[in-house]
């Protein structure tokens, strides 16, 4: 099997097959990691629609000084934050609390007690995951990027200090204290 | 260790960035701390929780994709199948057409493998005639492979081609190349052996 730098140099070289496999291999990842730094579907297609367009663009004055995978999560968190800065001016909603009402007045979705709330062992459903999701807004982005990147798409701490630009040391504190945030938020849901 | 201190090595253990020490510290600890046990237990299920939460894949997203990156032209088009054939069967048919022009431009070069050179007479090959012979001259160079010594007829039809760009002195050697070939048929019976003129008579009669 080809590596991801292999067929990125043959792409280059004017394979349409070489970046189809490119992505095969990686269009779910990217799609999940907008939709985890974003919260929302839409603009998740959007920012990995933008994330292999630049990449395609991109490509023939890339040089791999590193993993392709490293390059291609540093597009797509660039890509998702300038959508989310696009967004910022309509995005002062607060996120919904369980018992809350929704913008349009009906009711918010009713969460699932905590004693079923271990996601080890919960039937995980679509309203769970809109409560990580929205807890996952909450955090400041560097803290967001930094576990979802590690959890959400696992890279080692190397790997997420590369795409983000700071030191493994920065990239373990970013970690804990994300944990300790997702902790506060989700403390409901986990007994 | 403080429980808090010990709770930031869970969370490396958690992600596998703990050594094997500290990962041996963290079991030691939550054995007998119902607190940092609990902690482990709800780390571990947020990091599952974001593990599963996942975008969904538009049915349409790779179409749409493509499209736009074929609009930039940043995508290669695939080649039809007809554009494959006829790429790969040009190879064959340039060759079959060379082999063509190839004999209906030089039809003896298949019939005479052997080299103008070996074929040669051995003075004419060695001796000034030779140059008159070789297939780079141009009044034979028609004719590579055919010889004029040891073939009657060739030599016939080849001279007659040529014969109107030979010099006189060039039709004078070809007529005699039997003679070159073979030095000796000069001495007919009664001839005067040119070194004999320098001898003494009584050497010759001895």
């Known amino acids: 099997m080809r590596t991801d730098e292999e067929l990125i140099e043959l792409y280059r070289k004017g394979s349409r097959d070489a970046f189809e496999e490119l992505f095969a291999r990686y269009h779910r990842k990217v799609i999940h990691f907008a939709y985890r730094m974003t919260g929302d579907q839409a603009r998740a297609e959007e920012a990995a629609q933008e994330t292999f367009l630049r990449i395609a663009r991109a490509a023939f004055t890339w040089e791999p000084k590193a993993r392709f995978t490293t390059w291609m999560y540093t597009v797509a968190r660039r890509t998702t934050l300038n959508f989310l800065r696009d967004d910022k001016d309509d995005r002062d909603k607060v996120p919904i609390l369980p018992g809350e009402e929704t913008d349009d007045g009906s009711p918010a979705i009713q969460l699932p007690g905590p004693s079923a709330l271990n996601p080890e062992e919960m039937a995980w459903g679509a309203e769970i995951q809109e409560r990580f999701v929205a807890a996952l807004q909450k955090l400041p982005e560097g803290y967001r990027s930094a576990f979802v990147l590690n959890r959400g798409d696992g890279l080692s701490y190397e790997e997420v200090a590369a795409v983000l630009g700071i030191t493994v040391q920065a990239v373990k504190s970013r970690i804990f204290r994300a944990r300790e945030m997702l902790l506060e938020s989700l403390s409901e849901l986990l007994p | ?206």
């Open chain 2, 1 to 206: 260790m403080e429980c808090r201190e010990l709770r930031e090595i869970i969370s490396l253990s958690l992600d596998g960035e703990a050594s094997p020490e500290e990962a041996r510290l963290v079991l030691n600890h939550i054995e007998g701390c119902a607190g940092c046990r609990a902690f482990e237990r709800k780390m571990r299920a947020i990091g599952t929780g974001v593990s599963k939460t996942e975008g969904a894949v538009p049915p349409d997203f790779r179409e749409k994709l493509f499209a736009r990156m074929e609009a930039e032209d940043l995508l290669p088009r695939r080649r039809s199948l007809f554009a494959f054939s006829i790429r790969w069967a040009a190879v064959p048919l340039a060759a079959a057409a060379a082999l063509v022009l190839f004999l209906v431009s030089s039809p003896e070069k298949g019939k005479d493998a052997v080299s103008t050179q070996e074929r040669l007479p051995a003075v004419a090959r060695t001796g000034p005639a030779a140059e008159t012979m070789q297939p780079s001259s141009p009044p034979l160079s028609g004719s590579p492979g055919s010889t004029l010594a040891d073939d009657p007829r060739r030599e016939t039809a080849s001279a007659a081609r040529a014969g109107a760009e030979l010099t006189p002195e060039e039709r004078d050697i070809i007529a005699h190349l039997d003679i070159l070939e073979d030095p000796s048929a000069l001495d007919a019976p009664g001839d005067v052996d040119e070194m004999d003129i320098f001898e003494p008579p009584h050497r010759r009669q001895g």
